[in-house]
């Protein structure tokens, strides 16, 4: 009898040490995953830093070659009203009537082309650069047209007058040409649609005919 609950008494024994330690297993498991999931969390937290870390560090070196470069930007603008204003004193002396013809009209236009010059590869000197507008087409990034003007030589939209100078700093736009653009007379405009017309017609019979 007493030999059985021994035996009972080992049995439960060994039972509970048998759970005890399954139980510790478990814990020791959950731990090392809750472990894991901490160190999976801090290893994303510092992914997500060192990226945002290195997004700083390119606008902060974006930001410090616009500087660099374009940090001139708004005096650069306000110093070709000098060229302007050279241009407008040309063309006003040039329409002098009490001048005209005369030598010393001659030397002073000189003077100033000289002075526009100067100013011309100054700009150069610091990537700023003129747009080369007439006979180009009209190109809304770096023209402004002001008005139309009747060409039935030219090709329609294309610049046929500068009336203000436009400048780039080097890639960016400093302000664009104020110029004029052709059109065709209302005759020429109706058989240039005619033609456009006619033109579309033939490359649709074309199109379908090759297919």
Same mark, same amino acid.
């Given at each position: 009898m007493e030999k059985d609950q021994k035996k009972e008494f080992d049995e439960n024994q060994l039972n509970n040490?048998? #759970?005890?330690?399954?139980? !510790?297993?478990?814990?020791?498991?959950?731990? !090392? =995953?809750?472990?894991? /999931?901490?160190?999976?969390? $801090?290893?994303? @937290?510092?992914?997500?830093? $060192?990226a945002e870390m290195e997004n700083q560090r390119r606008r902060f070196? @974006? =930001?410090k070659e616009d500087a660099f470069d374009y940090g001139g930007f708004s005096f650069a603008r306000e110093t070709l009203n000098l060229i302007d204003n050279l241009e407008r004193c040309k063309k006003s002396l040039e329409n002098d009537e009490s001048l005209k013809n005369s030598d010393a009209l001659q030397k002073i236009l000189n003077h100033l082309e000289i002075i526009n010059k100067d100013l011309i590869s100054i700009f150069k000197k610091n990537n700023i650069e *003129?747009?080369?507008? $007439?006979?180009?087409?009209?190109d809304p990034n770096f023209h402004q047209a002001m008005l139309e003007i009747i060409d039935d030589q030219k090709e329609t939209g294309t610049i046929?007058? /500068?009336?203000? @100078?436009?400048?780039?700093?080097?890639?960016?736009? $400093?302000? *664009?040409?104020?110029?004029?653009?052709?059109? @065709?007379?209302?005759?020429? #405009?109706? =058989? =240039?649609?005619k033609e456009n017309e006619s033109d579309k017609n033939e490359q649709n019979q074309d199109k379908s005919t090759n297919k």
């Open positions: 040490n048998e #759970h005890d330690l399954k139980k !510790e297993i478990d814990q020791k498991t959950n731990n !090392e =995953e809750d472990s894991n /999931e901490k160190i999976r969390e $801090l290893e994303d @937290k510092l992914t997500r830093n $060192l070196e @974006k =930001e *003129p747009i080369i507008s $007439l006979n180009k087409k009209l046929i007058q /500068e009336i203000q @100078k436009g400048f780039m700093m080097k890639d960016r736009l $400093l302000r *664009p040409a104020l110029v004029g653009v052709s059109k @065709k007379s209302e005759k020429n #405009h109706k =058989e =240039e649609i």
